[in-house]
Protein backbone atom coordinates (compact mmCIF):
# COMPACT_ATOMS: atom_id res chain seq x y z
CA UNK A 1 0.00 0.00 0.00
CA UNK A 2 3.09 2.24 0.61
CA UNK A 3 4.43 2.03 -2.80
CA UNK A 4 1.05 3.72 -3.91
CA UNK A 5 0.91 6.97 -2.18
CA UNK A 6 4.33 7.80 -3.66
CA UNK A 7 3.37 6.52 -7.10
CA UNK A 8 0.63 9.33 -6.50
CA UNK A 9 2.21 12.23 -5.89
CA UNK A 10 4.82 11.63 -9.21
CA UNK A 11 1.97 10.06 -11.53
CA UNK A 12 0.51 12.74 -13.66
CA UNK A 13 -3.21 13.10 -14.03
CA UNK A 14 -5.96 14.91 -15.88
CA UNK A 15 -8.04 17.10 -13.78
CA UNK A 16 -11.54 16.32 -14.52
CA UNK A 17 -13.49 12.96 -14.70
CA UNK A 18 -13.92 12.04 -18.30
CA UNK A 19 -17.46 11.58 -19.67
CA UNK A 20 -18.00 9.31 -22.62
CA UNK A 21 -18.91 10.78 -25.68
CA UNK A 22 -17.84 9.93 -29.18
CA UNK A 23 -15.58 12.48 -29.24
CA UNK A 24 -14.01 12.16 -25.95
CA UNK A 25 -13.61 8.84 -25.53
CA UNK A 26 -10.45 8.36 -27.35
CA UNK A 27 -7.48 6.96 -25.94
CA UNK A 28 -9.03 7.48 -22.20
CA UNK A 29 -8.64 4.72 -19.68
CA UNK A 30 -12.04 4.97 -19.07
CA UNK A 31 -15.11 7.06 -18.90
CA UNK A 32 -18.44 7.45 -16.60
CA UNK A 33 -21.38 7.91 -18.86
CA UNK A 34 -23.69 11.00 -19.37
CA UNK A 35 -25.93 9.80 -17.34
CA UNK A 36 -23.61 9.10 -14.22
CA UNK A 37 -25.20 10.27 -10.87
CA UNK A 38 -22.88 10.14 -8.09
CA UNK A 39 -25.75 10.25 -5.41
CA UNK A 40 -26.62 6.83 -6.11
CA UNK A 41 -25.22 3.63 -5.37
CA UNK A 42 -23.87 1.93 -7.66
CA UNK A 43 -25.84 -0.87 -9.14
CA UNK A 44 -24.92 -4.39 -8.51
CA UNK A 45 -26.81 -8.33 -7.94
CA UNK A 46 -26.30 -8.44 -4.58
CA UNK A 47 -25.30 -5.19 -1.69
CA UNK A 48 -22.49 -3.74 -2.76
CA UNK A 49 -19.45 -5.12 -1.22
CA UNK A 50 -16.51 -2.17 0.07
CA UNK A 51 -13.16 -3.52 1.74
CA UNK A 52 -11.60 -1.73 4.11
CA UNK A 53 -7.92 -1.77 4.54
CA UNK A 54 -6.17 -0.50 7.42
CA UNK A 55 -2.89 0.28 8.34
CA UNK A 56 -1.61 1.53 12.03
CA UNK A 57 1.61 3.23 11.28
CA UNK A 58 1.73 4.11 14.64
CA UNK A 59 -1.06 4.63 18.14
CA UNK A 60 0.54 8.21 18.87
CA UNK A 61 -1.23 9.06 22.06
CA UNK A 62 -3.71 7.23 24.42
CA UNK A 63 -5.46 9.55 26.81
CA UNK A 64 -6.35 8.35 30.18
CA UNK A 65 -7.84 11.37 31.28
CA UNK A 66 -10.23 12.15 28.28
CA UNK A 67 -10.51 8.95 27.22
CA UNK A 68 -9.17 8.83 23.75
CA UNK A 69 -6.87 7.39 21.47
CA UNK A 70 -5.07 8.89 18.60
CA UNK A 71 -4.42 7.00 15.35
CA UNK A 72 -1.65 7.47 12.93
CA UNK A 73 -2.95 5.12 9.69
CA UNK A 74 -3.31 4.46 6.25
CA UNK A 75 -7.10 3.86 4.98
CA UNK A 76 -7.79 2.29 1.85
CA UNK A 77 -11.66 1.90 0.55
CA UNK A 78 -12.19 -0.10 -2.53
CA UNK A 79 -15.21 -1.15 -4.25
CA UNK A 80 -16.86 -1.42 -7.54
CA UNK A 81 -18.09 1.16 -9.40
CA UNK A 82 -20.33 -1.00 -11.94
CA UNK A 83 -20.93 2.34 -14.18
CA UNK A 84 -17.71 3.15 -15.41
CA UNK A 85 -16.63 2.43 -19.18
CA UNK A 86 -13.54 0.97 -19.77
CA UNK A 87 -11.52 1.21 -22.52
CA UNK A 88 -9.43 -1.55 -23.12
CA UNK A 89 -7.07 -0.48 -25.41
CA UNK A 90 -6.19 2.78 -23.68
CA UNK A 91 -2.00 2.58 -23.09
CA UNK A 92 -2.51 4.51 -20.03
CA UNK A 93 -2.97 1.44 -18.56
CA UNK A 94 -0.53 0.60 -16.14
CA UNK A 95 1.35 -3.20 -16.28
CA UNK A 96 -0.88 -4.43 -13.67
CA UNK A 97 -4.24 -3.74 -15.40
CA UNK A 98 -4.59 0.22 -13.04
CA UNK A 99 -5.15 4.25 -14.28
CA UNK A 100 -3.68 6.60 -11.27
CA UNK A 101 -6.51 8.54 -11.12
CA UNK A 102 -6.59 12.23 -9.75
CA UNK A 103 -7.96 13.29 -6.22
CA UNK A 104 -9.60 16.30 -8.35
CA UNK A 105 -12.31 13.05 -9.69
CA UNK A 106 -13.68 12.79 -6.29
CA UNK A 107 -16.18 15.33 -6.15
CA UNK A 108 -17.71 13.87 -9.58
CA UNK A 109 -17.61 10.54 -8.02
CA UNK A 110 -20.02 8.28 -5.69
CA UNK A 111 -18.69 7.84 -2.24
CA UNK A 112 -19.25 5.32 0.50
CA UNK A 113 -20.70 7.49 3.55
CA UNK A 114 -18.45 6.02 5.70
CA UNK A 115 -18.67 6.81 8.95
CA UNK A 116 -16.07 5.62 11.97
CA UNK A 117 -17.96 5.02 14.91
CA UNK A 118 -16.86 7.00 17.98
CA UNK A 119 -14.54 9.63 16.05
CA UNK A 120 -13.63 12.46 18.03
CA UNK A 121 -11.54 14.01 15.15
CA UNK A 122 -10.41 12.63 11.20
CA UNK A 123 -7.79 15.12 10.13
CA UNK A 124 -6.31 14.03 5.97
CA UNK A 125 -2.45 14.43 5.65
CA UNK A 126 -1.61 17.52 4.26
CA UNK A 127 1.82 18.49 2.55
CA UNK A 128 0.87 20.29 -0.94
CA UNK A 129 -2.18 18.97 -1.44
CA UNK A 130 -4.14 16.07 0.39
CA UNK A 131 -1.85 13.09 0.90
CA UNK A 132 -4.48 10.59 -0.56
CA UNK A 133 -5.16 9.31 -4.28
CA UNK A 134 -7.36 7.23 -6.50
CA UNK A 135 -6.87 3.97 -8.54
CA UNK A 136 -8.87 2.98 -11.28
CA UNK A 137 -8.53 -0.87 -12.15
CA UNK A 138 -9.75 -2.38 -15.49
CA UNK A 139 -12.25 -4.57 -13.94
CA UNK A 140 -13.77 -1.16 -12.43
CA UNK A 141 -12.65 -1.41 -8.84
CA UNK A 142 -11.96 1.85 -7.91
CA UNK A 143 -9.28 2.25 -4.69
CA UNK A 144 -9.45 5.44 -2.87
CA UNK A 145 -6.29 6.19 -0.25
CA UNK A 146 -5.90 8.19 2.17
CA UNK A 147 -2.66 9.14 5.04
CA UNK A 148 -4.62 10.58 8.00
CA UNK A 149 -4.84 11.12 11.59
CA UNK A 150 -7.89 9.66 13.68
CA UNK A 151 -8.98 10.54 17.46
CA UNK A 152 -11.73 7.98 18.26
CA UNK A 153 -13.02 7.49 22.21
CA UNK A 154 -12.55 4.20 24.21
CA UNK A 155 -14.67 3.76 26.95
CA UNK A 156 -12.09 2.35 29.27
CA UNK A 157 -12.92 1.79 33.04
CA UNK A 158 -9.90 1.73 35.84
CA UNK A 159 -11.16 -0.19 38.60
CA UNK A 160 -8.46 -2.46 38.36
CA UNK A 161 -5.81 0.78 37.44
CA UNK A 162 -2.86 0.41 37.28
CA UNK A 163 -3.23 -3.87 37.00
CA UNK A 164 -6.01 -3.00 33.99
CA UNK A 165 -6.72 -4.19 30.50
CA UNK A 166 -8.76 -1.94 28.29
CA UNK A 167 -10.49 -2.98 24.97
CA UNK A 168 -10.71 0.03 22.06
CA UNK A 169 -12.60 -0.87 18.72
CA UNK A 170 -11.97 0.68 15.63
CA UNK A 171 -15.44 0.68 13.78
CA UNK A 172 -16.11 1.61 10.46
CA UNK A 173 -19.22 1.24 8.68
CA UNK A 174 -21.93 2.64 6.38
CA UNK A 175 -24.19 5.68 8.38
CA UNK A 176 -27.40 5.38 6.27
CA UNK A 177 -26.86 2.17 4.11
CA UNK A 178 -27.74 -0.86 5.86
CA UNK A 179 -26.25 -4.11 5.12
CA UNK A 180 -28.88 -4.98 1.82
CA UNK A 181 -27.08 -1.98 0.41
CA UNK A 182 -23.41 -2.41 1.34
CA UNK A 183 -21.67 -5.03 2.96
CA UNK A 184 -18.23 -4.01 4.88
CA UNK A 185 -15.16 -6.66 4.97
CA UNK A 186 -11.49 -5.41 6.19
CA UNK A 187 -7.85 -6.14 7.12
CA UNK A 188 -5.54 -4.30 8.75
CA UNK A 189 -2.01 -4.21 10.13
CA UNK A 190 0.09 -2.68 12.51
CA UNK A 191 3.96 -1.11 12.04
CA UNK A 192 5.62 -2.38 15.50
CA UNK A 193 8.85 -1.27 14.87
CA UNK A 194 7.83 2.10 14.43
CA UNK A 195 5.48 2.18 17.23
CA UNK A 196 6.42 4.57 20.24
CA UNK A 197 6.40 3.68 23.69
CA UNK A 198 3.01 4.15 25.58
CA UNK A 199 1.92 3.52 28.90
CA UNK A 200 0.25 0.28 27.66
CA UNK A 201 1.45 -2.59 26.03
CA UNK A 202 -0.92 -2.91 22.08
CA UNK A 203 -1.58 -5.97 20.36
CA UNK A 204 -4.46 -5.15 17.05
CA UNK A 205 -6.51 -7.76 16.87
CA UNK A 206 -9.29 -9.29 14.84
CA UNK A 207 -13.40 -8.17 15.66
CA UNK A 208 -15.45 -10.81 17.46
CA UNK A 209 -17.68 -11.67 15.08
CA UNK A 210 -20.82 -10.14 17.18
CA UNK A 211 -19.00 -6.39 16.14
CA UNK A 212 -19.29 -6.87 12.86
CA UNK A 213 -23.05 -5.52 12.39
CA UNK A 214 -25.16 -3.73 14.15
CA UNK A 215 -28.57 -3.48 14.47
CA UNK A 216 -30.03 0.02 14.84
CA UNK A 217 -34.03 0.88 14.08
CA UNK A 218 -34.97 -2.51 13.46
CA UNK A 219 -31.68 -2.11 10.48
CA UNK A 220 -28.79 -4.25 10.93
CA UNK A 221 -25.75 -2.25 9.49
CA UNK A 222 -22.41 -4.06 8.02
CA UNK A 223 -19.44 -2.92 9.69
CA UNK A 224 -15.70 -3.71 9.87
CA UNK A 225 -12.15 -2.44 11.97
CA UNK A 226 -10.35 -4.27 14.27
CA UNK A 227 -9.70 -3.72 18.12
CA UNK A 228 -7.02 -2.77 20.22
CA UNK A 229 -6.21 -4.54 23.51
CA UNK A 230 -4.25 -2.49 25.80
CA UNK A 231 -1.98 -3.70 29.04
CA UNK A 232 -0.75 -1.00 31.34
CA UNK A 233 3.33 -1.31 31.50
CA UNK A 234 3.02 -2.24 35.35
CA UNK A 235 6.72 -1.58 36.17
CA UNK A 236 6.93 2.07 36.68
CA UNK A 237 3.81 2.12 39.43
CA UNK A 238 5.04 -1.04 41.56
CA UNK A 239 8.01 0.47 42.05
CA UNK A 240 7.04 3.82 43.20
CA UNK A 241 4.24 2.84 44.46
CA UNK A 242 3.32 -0.66 45.68
CA UNK A 243 7.13 -1.07 46.90
CA UNK A 244 7.30 1.83 48.85
CA UNK A 245 4.13 1.31 50.95
CA UNK A 246 4.71 -2.23 51.46
CA UNK A 247 8.08 -1.69 52.55
CA UNK A 248 6.45 1.19 55.01
CA UNK A 249 3.79 -1.94 56.50
CA UNK A 250 6.90 -3.96 57.14
CA UNK A 251 8.79 -1.18 58.62
CA UNK A 252 5.89 -0.38 60.90
CA UNK A 253 6.25 -4.33 62.68
CA UNK A 254 9.62 -3.37 64.16
CA UNK A 255 7.99 -0.89 66.26
CA UNK A 256 6.92 -4.25 67.77
CA UNK A 257 10.19 -4.69 68.98
CA UNK A 258 10.50 -1.49 70.71
CA UNK A 259 10.11 -0.97 74.41
CA UNK A 260 6.77 0.42 75.24
CA UNK A 261 8.61 3.43 77.12
CA UNK A 262 10.27 4.74 74.48
CA UNK A 263 7.70 6.38 73.61
CA UNK A 264 9.32 9.55 71.46
CA UNK A 265 10.75 6.27 69.12
CA UNK A 266 8.01 4.41 69.07
CA UNK A 267 5.74 6.96 68.08
CA UNK A 268 7.87 8.99 65.74
CA UNK A 269 8.61 5.94 63.58
CA UNK A 270 4.50 5.40 63.34
CA UNK A 271 3.35 8.90 62.79
CA UNK A 272 6.42 9.94 60.06
CA UNK A 273 4.96 6.35 58.33
CA UNK A 274 1.33 7.18 58.67
CA UNK A 275 2.33 10.80 57.54
CA UNK A 276 4.37 9.77 54.30
CA UNK A 277 1.35 6.74 53.42
CA UNK A 278 -1.43 9.64 54.15
CA UNK A 279 0.97 11.88 51.48
CA UNK A 280 1.45 8.82 48.94
CA UNK A 281 -2.18 8.98 48.91
CA UNK A 282 -2.94 12.05 47.53
CA UNK A 283 -0.61 12.10 45.03
CA UNK A 284 -1.82 8.96 43.91
CA UNK A 285 -5.16 9.99 43.65
CA UNK A 286 -4.21 13.22 42.08
CA UNK A 287 -2.56 11.39 39.03
CA UNK A 288 -4.46 8.23 38.86
CA UNK A 289 -7.28 8.26 36.12
CA UNK A 290 -10.91 8.73 37.06
CA UNK A 291 -12.76 5.39 38.16
CA UNK A 292 -16.29 4.82 39.63
CA UNK A 293 -14.83 3.77 43.30
CA UNK A 294 -11.42 3.49 44.52
CA UNK A 295 -8.95 2.15 41.76
CA UNK A 296 -6.62 -0.44 42.70
CA UNK A 297 -3.46 1.42 43.63
CA UNK A 298 -6.12 3.81 45.70
CA UNK A 299 -7.56 0.67 47.41
CA UNK A 300 -3.45 -0.64 47.98
CA UNK A 301 -2.46 2.77 49.77
CA UNK A 302 -5.91 2.78 51.84
CA UNK A 303 -4.74 -0.89 53.13
CA UNK A 304 -1.40 0.06 54.35
CA UNK A 305 -2.66 3.37 55.94
CA UNK A 306 -5.26 1.25 57.93
CA UNK A 307 -2.74 -1.00 58.38
CA UNK A 308 -0.15 1.49 59.93
CA UNK A 309 -2.96 2.87 61.73
CA UNK A 310 -3.89 -0.48 63.38
CA UNK A 311 -0.38 -0.77 64.74
CA UNK A 312 -0.46 2.74 66.04
CA UNK A 313 -3.79 2.23 67.78
CA UNK A 314 -2.21 -1.05 69.22
CA UNK A 315 0.52 0.98 70.68
CA UNK A 316 -1.58 3.62 71.82
CA UNK A 317 -3.70 0.56 73.87
CA UNK A 318 -0.12 -0.50 75.81
CA UNK A 319 0.31 3.48 76.24
CA UNK A 320 -2.96 3.57 77.83
CA UNK A 321 -2.08 0.11 79.95
CA UNK A 322 0.79 2.40 81.82
CA UNK A 323 -1.27 5.09 81.85
CA UNK A 324 -3.64 3.29 84.22
CA UNK A 325 -0.96 1.82 86.00
CA UNK A 326 0.67 4.97 86.89
CA UNK A 327 -2.53 6.45 87.79
CA UNK A 328 -3.10 3.35 89.90
CA UNK A 329 -0.07 3.96 91.74
CA UNK A 330 -0.44 8.13 92.06
CA UNK A 331 -3.65 7.47 93.55
CA UNK A 332 -2.08 4.51 95.86
CA UNK A 333 0.48 7.12 97.17
CA UNK A 334 -1.80 10.25 97.65
CA UNK A 335 -3.66 7.65 100.12
CA UNK A 336 -0.09 6.69 101.91
CA UNK A 337 0.30 10.06 102.12
CA UNK A 338 -2.17 10.81 103.63
CA UNK A 339 -2.25 8.12 106.60
CA UNK A 340 1.31 9.20 107.08
CA UNK A 341 0.24 13.32 107.54
CA UNK A 342 -2.72 11.42 110.18
CA UNK A 343 0.22 9.16 111.71
CA UNK A 344 2.57 12.09 111.94
CA UNK A 345 0.12 14.32 113.74
CA UNK A 346 -0.82 11.50 115.81
CA UNK A 347 2.88 10.93 116.86
CA UNK A 348 3.49 14.63 117.75
CA UNK A 349 0.38 14.72 120.03
CA UNK A 350 1.59 11.65 122.01
CA UNK A 351 5.20 13.81 122.55
CA UNK A 352 3.46 16.62 123.37
CA UNK A 353 1.80 14.52 126.63
CA UNK A 354 5.33 14.14 128.58
CA UNK A 355 5.07 18.36 128.59
CA UNK A 356 4.47 19.60 132.35
CA UNK A 357 1.21 18.55 134.30
CA UNK A 358 -1.18 21.85 134.13
CA UNK A 359 -1.15 20.53 130.06
CA UNK A 360 -1.21 17.09 130.53
CA UNK A 361 -4.74 16.89 131.06
CA UNK A 362 -5.42 18.99 127.70
CA UNK A 363 -3.23 16.93 125.45
CA UNK A 364 -4.92 13.85 126.88
CA UNK A 365 -7.95 14.69 125.90
CA UNK A 366 -6.23 16.10 122.64
CA UNK A 367 -5.16 12.53 122.19
CA UNK A 368 -8.17 11.14 122.79
CA UNK A 369 -10.20 13.02 120.32
CA UNK A 370 -7.26 12.31 117.50
CA UNK A 371 -6.93 8.74 118.39
CA UNK A 372 -10.96 7.84 118.14
CA UNK A 373 -10.49 9.49 114.63
CA UNK A 374 -7.83 7.42 113.19
CA UNK A 375 -9.47 4.65 114.83
CA UNK A 376 -6.67 3.94 117.35
CA UNK A 377 -6.48 2.35 120.43
CA UNK A 378 -6.20 4.38 123.42
CA UNK A 379 -4.90 1.10 124.93
CA UNK A 380 -1.52 1.72 123.51
CA UNK A 381 -0.61 4.86 126.03
CA UNK A 382 -0.29 4.32 129.78
CA UNK A 383 -1.79 6.07 132.63
CA UNK A 384 0.97 8.04 132.48
CA UNK A 385 0.69 8.63 128.84
CA UNK A 386 3.87 6.88 127.94
CA UNK A 387 4.77 4.30 125.08
CA UNK A 388 3.37 0.61 126.19
CA UNK A 389 4.59 -2.70 124.35
CA UNK A 390 1.87 -2.96 122.07
CA UNK A 391 2.89 0.54 120.48
CA UNK A 392 5.91 -1.51 119.36
CA UNK A 393 4.28 -4.02 118.12
CA UNK A 394 2.27 -1.50 116.08
CA UNK A 395 4.90 -0.26 114.59
CA UNK A 396 6.13 -3.65 113.98
CA UNK A 397 2.91 -4.08 112.14
CA UNK A 398 2.77 -1.04 110.36
CA UNK A 399 6.41 -1.84 108.77
CA UNK A 400 5.50 -5.36 107.63
CA UNK A 401 2.36 -3.97 105.98
CA UNK A 402 4.09 -1.38 103.95
CA UNK A 403 6.37 -3.88 103.06
CA UNK A 404 3.86 -5.85 102.03
CA UNK A 405 2.22 -3.38 99.73
CA UNK A 406 5.69 -2.72 97.77
CA UNK A 407 5.80 -6.01 97.16
CA UNK A 408 2.02 -5.97 95.64
CA UNK A 409 3.15 -2.95 93.84
CA UNK A 410 6.29 -4.17 92.13
CA UNK A 411 4.17 -7.74 91.76
CA UNK A 412 1.50 -5.57 89.83
CA UNK A 413 3.78 -3.60 87.76
CA UNK A 414 5.55 -6.90 87.03
CA UNK A 415 2.09 -8.47 86.17
CA UNK A 416 1.42 -4.97 83.78
CA UNK A 417 4.58 -4.95 81.60
CA UNK A 418 4.31 -9.02 80.91
CA UNK A 419 0.71 -8.19 79.74
CA UNK A 420 2.35 -5.48 77.49
CA UNK A 421 4.51 -7.72 76.05
CA UNK A 422 2.23 -10.58 75.06
CA UNK A 423 0.18 -7.57 73.87
CA UNK A 424 3.12 -6.89 71.51
CA UNK A 425 3.93 -10.49 70.86
CA UNK A 426 0.41 -11.42 69.71
CA UNK A 427 0.61 -8.33 67.08
CA UNK A 428 3.90 -9.13 65.97
CA UNK A 429 2.41 -12.01 64.60
CA UNK A 430 -1.34 -11.29 63.71
CA UNK A 431 -0.79 -8.14 61.62
CA UNK A 432 1.88 -10.05 59.30
CA UNK A 433 -0.75 -12.48 58.92
CA UNK A 434 -3.25 -10.13 58.30
CA UNK A 435 -1.59 -8.25 55.36
CA UNK A 436 -0.37 -11.58 54.13
CA UNK A 437 -4.38 -12.66 53.78
CA UNK A 438 -4.97 -9.29 52.32
CA UNK A 439 -2.39 -9.67 49.22
CA UNK A 440 -3.71 -13.55 48.59
CA UNK A 441 -6.61 -11.69 48.00
CA UNK A 442 -5.98 -8.38 46.50
CA UNK A 443 -3.61 -10.00 43.82
CA UNK A 444 -5.24 -12.81 41.86
CA UNK A 445 -8.85 -10.26 41.87
CA UNK A 446 -6.78 -7.47 40.32
CA UNK A 447 -4.37 -9.65 38.09
CA UNK A 448 -7.27 -11.23 36.64
CA UNK A 449 -9.72 -8.68 36.98
CA UNK A 450 -11.35 -7.82 33.23
CA UNK A 451 -13.58 -5.15 33.07
CA UNK A 452 -14.19 -5.32 29.09
Known sequence: MQPFIFLLLLYPTAGDVPVCTKEKMGMNPFCFPPDYNKDLIPPTNQSLHIHVETY?????????????????????LMWEESRIIINHT??????????????????????????IYMCKQFRKRQIVTDVAGLIIFKNRNVLYTVSTEVIIACPMKFSAYPLDRQLC??????????????????????????????????????????????????????????????????????????????????????????????????????????????????????NAPKAE??????????????HVFGVLAEYALILKMIQNLKREESTERRKEHKHFERKSKLEKSKENLYKPNFQKEHLVKQVTEQTSLNGEDESNFNKNGNPSMSSTREDSRLHNAKIFKQLKRDLKVEKNKKLQENVDSIAMYLFPCIFLVFNSIYWPYYLFYIEY
Open 169 to 286: KFLIGSYIHDDTQIVFTGSFGHDLANQRAQQYELNAMQLDHNDTFIFYANRTFSQTGFQVELTRRRTPILLQVYLTTGLFVVVSWISFIVPPEVVPGRMSLLVTLFLVLVNIFNFVSA
Open 293 to 306: GLTAVETWVVSCII
Open 56 to 76: IFEVSKIDDMTLTMTFELYMD
Open 90 to 115: SPSWGSAGNFMGSTNFIPEMWLPDIQ
